[in-house]
């Protein structure tokens, strides 16, 4: 009960108390009204378009109530483009260091995702952010220990959301606090909360049971300190309790305070608190390492408020400096910073749309007739009513006093002239809708004026050019969403050793397993998360599967159009794009024939040992075709000499003129004849040695290709 007793209280010395909570409601309510024309926006995609007193006065006038919604198909567009060119998001590391732990963390990154279906929250986000300018995306960890993956993300309606107006930042990162109100069962508010379910029941049933007891030694003193908030709250009990239904409005405010201490700056780039109880901290400041400095920073806190009630003030559970949940703005006004969307740019146009449509339908089938009192014997009404009636009978009264002709007697007039007009206005209408938008009919993949490929391509990228600033909005909010949830991924990680994942579990080739946070006998860890340096980044290249058939099928023409050895050479590129079954199979049977050399990624453990060995054969290879070639140039260099030696020799002879001339032209010729043989020989060799060479080196080239690729 101690605990009920402190919460209940809330100690209003500390935390986030009573007081504090009405000056936000009242800061609350001092800010712009800009949800009632979200509401709207959102009721003009739905198809809500005429309000009833506008449609009471048209019921009178008898003019047919049309709609004519082309929002809804103009922003499904916008939504079709969001799905169609979805990229994946990708880790990047900001050094060089670390490409194992990039690796694993991608892994883990991509598995946590998925399970989390956070595309689906994202998409949800992104169309609240484009219908009324304004989504919300939580990431929280799952308490479902039976139903989906440890994190789960979820879309929040805007109608629960309020912020604090004065934060700038595109994330609201800046704000002083963020407020979520949810209207739950008392049942599952009391099993989120048990230590509360005094307070809770009996705020449902106001307090009549506590009001009966008599005596206060039979009073519990956090209870009554509950009892004198709920009975000096203020506001109305409407807006946070539902008596008939059993439900109380369950307020949490995520709030910031700020702290001033001293920080440490670790060489790996890591910002800490330093705290001088920590063995490693005052160590490292003691020899150097590194040296506290003094910084302020925020803590962001949590309360939560049943009503009046403060049952919950602890540190947010989202990591460090985050906010749980993640705003995803559309477009702001300038002067208020309202948040709008695309639909309030269309607004106007759609009014004038419905109303010329109606007023168009009204005039071709609206008669006027001009008729004497005394031009028939029937009434006004039954009148009116022949005279709509396409095979209407009208008898004119004998005794009438003009009888000249029908046409003084009697008129009935139709204006088409003006109905037409009204037809070009609408139509005028209904193409500015789609350009205050910012999408054009090529988009839509409708007809549009443009006749050319060339034409069309460029009012699609104009078109997504015009979307660009929204567009970047919500990649920038998306990777928030990544951010928070690779925050979570860390903050689990790193309380967990030795932790095995596997990567390319698609590709039995590449796949393989990198353990994270592994202990060293020194102390040491290899792969440590919280050394982590990197961001999250969008995937330069789109991950659907409509993106990919297309940049297929683009492939495909472009290769049928070179040459059969080039079209031999690129067809794993155009397998690699395909959505096949056995994809990797049919690659690796293709690459096998056309003899394509896998890179070392690619290959099996057994593989790249074959190619190591191949290599290494290759080298041995090369070194005796050097040898033999530094042989044979030896070789020819000792006959060289001998050769000189011989012509030295004959010189000598002439000068002693010892032997007679025809002697001396015999041996000279004798020796210019071995010359011009030698000389044949050694390019005969020196060609041969070169042409294996080559032919090794080429043989070398390729083999060595394969390894490095």
Same mark, same amino acid.
């Given at each position: ?55 009471? &006065? ?9 709609? *004519? #919604? ?17 990229? /994946? ?7 060089? $260091? ?11 990154? &991509? ?32 308490? /479902? ?35 979520? &109100? ?44 509950? %009892? ?36 440490? /700056? ?46 919950? /003030? =602890? ?77 209407? %009978? ?85 990777? =928030? ?13 790193? &309380? ?50 409509? %993106? ?42 293709? =690459? ?48 060289? $000499? ?8 004959? *010189? ?50 390729? $083999?060595?290709?394969?390894? #490095?690729?």
């Amino acid at each position: 009960m101690n605990e009920t007793v402190d919460a209940a209280q809330g100690s209003n010395q500390k935390g986030f108390n009573l007081v504090q909570l009405k000056n936000l409601m009242s800061d609350v309510d001092a800010q712009p009204n800009w949800r009632d024309p979200a509401q709207i926006a959102c009721d003009y995609y739905d198809g809500h378009q005429i309000t009833q007193d506008t449609k009471s &006065k048209l019921e009178e006038r008898g003019q047919p109530i049309l709609i *004519n #919604n082309l929002i809804a198909p103009t922003i499904d567009a916008v939504l079709g483009m969001e799905a169609r060119t979805r990229t /994946d998001l990708i880790l990047v590391a900001d050094d060089d $260091e670390g490409d194992g732990l990039k690796d694993a963390l991608q892994e883990k990154f &991509k598995d946590s995702w998925r399970l989390a279906r956070a595309d689906r929250a994202n998409a949800d986000a992104y169309s609240s952010q484009i219908k009324s300018g304004m989504g919300w995306v939580e990431v929280h960890r799952n308490d /479902d220990p039976f139903y989906g993956g440890p994190y789960k993300i979820k879309p929040v309606r805007r109608q629960e959301m309020w912020w604090d107006w004065h934060a700038q930042e595109a994330d609201l990162s800046d704000a002083r606090w963020i407020m979520r &109100k949810r209207w739950v069962d008392v049942d599952e508010c009391i099993s989120w909360f048990p230590e509360h379910s005094q307070i809770i029941q009996n705020s449902i049933n106001g307090w009549e049971d506590w009001a009966n007891v008599e005596t206060l030694e039979e009073q519990d003193t956090g209870l009554l300190a509950a %009892y004198h908030e709920y009975d000096s709250w203020d506001r109305k009990e409407s807006e946070w309790m539902d008596r008939q239904r059993g439900r109380v409005m369950l307020e949490v405010i995520y709030y910031k305070t700020f702290r001033r201490g001293y920080v440490i /700056d670790l060489k790996n780039g890591r910002t800490l608190e330093y705290n001088p109880d920590n063995v490693a901290h005052a160590v490292g400041v003691k020899m150097g390492n590194f040296k506290p400095r003094i910084a302020t920073w925020a803590d962001i806190r949590e309360a939560w408020f049943v009503g009046p009630h403060r049952i919950v /003030d =602890r540190e947010c559970v989202a990591p460090t400096g985050y906010f749980p949940i993640v705003p995803f703005i559309g477009y702001r006004k300038d002067k208020s910073g309202e948040p709008y969307g695309i639909v309030s740019r269309m607004i106007s146009s759609q009014d004038e749309i419905n109303f010329r449509r109606m007023k168009l339908t009204w005039l071709l089938q609206a008669k006027r007739v001009i008729a004497d009192k005394d031009a028939t014997n029937m009434s006004r009404s039954q009148l009116l009513e022949e005279v709509e009636r396409p095979d209407g %009978y009208i008898e004119l009264n004998p005794e009438r006093r003009n009888k000249k002709t029908i046409a003084e007697a009697i008129q009935i007039q139709q204006d088409f002239n003006i109905a037409s007009q009204q037809f070009q206005v609408m139509q005028d209408a209904m193409q500015q809708i789609q350009d205050v938008a910012g999408v054009y009919n090529a988009m839509l993949g409708q007809d549009s004026s443009a006749t050319s490929g060339v034409a069309i391509n460029s009012l699609v990228e104009q078109g997504a050019t015009t979307l660009a600033e929204i567009n970047d909005n919500y990649h920038y909010s998306r990777t =928030r969403v990544a951010d928070l949830l690779m925050a979570y991924l860390i903050e689990d990680l790193a &309380k967990q050793s030795n932790i095995a994942v596997t990567i390319h579990k698609d590709d039995i080739h590449k796949k393989k397993v990198i353990k994270l946070n592994v202990s060293n006998d020194d102390g040491s860890v290899d792969n440590d998360v919280k050394r982590w340096k990197g961001h999250i980044s969008q995937a330069p290249i789109q991950s659907t599967p409509s %993106y990919r058939a297309q940049m297929a099928t683009q492939l495909s023409q472009m290769v049928a159009q070179l040459p059969p050895e080039v079209q031999m050479a690129t067809l794993d590129m155009v397998i690699e794009l395909m959505e096949v079954p056995n994809k990797q199979e049919i690659l690796n049977r293709v =690459r096998s024939v056309l003899n394509i050399p896998k890179s070392p990624e690619d290959m099996t453990p057994e593989e790249q040992e074959a190619a190591q060995a191949e290599a290494q054969k290759a080298q041995e290879m090369q070194e005796l075709q050097q040898q033999a070639m530094k042989i044979d140039i030896d070789t020819a260099a000792a006959k060289l $000499e001998e050769i000189k030696a011989n012509i030295e020799k004959i *010189n000598r002879d002439i000068e002693s003129k010892d032997v007679s001339d025809e002697k001396i032209e015999a041996d000279t010729a004798k020796v210019v004849t071995e010359i011009q043989e030698f000389n044949s020989r050694s390019a005969a060799m020196t060609s041969d040695v070169l042409s294996n060479i080559d032919k090794e080196l080429s043989t070398l080239n390729i $083999e060595e290709g394969a390894t #490095n690729e």
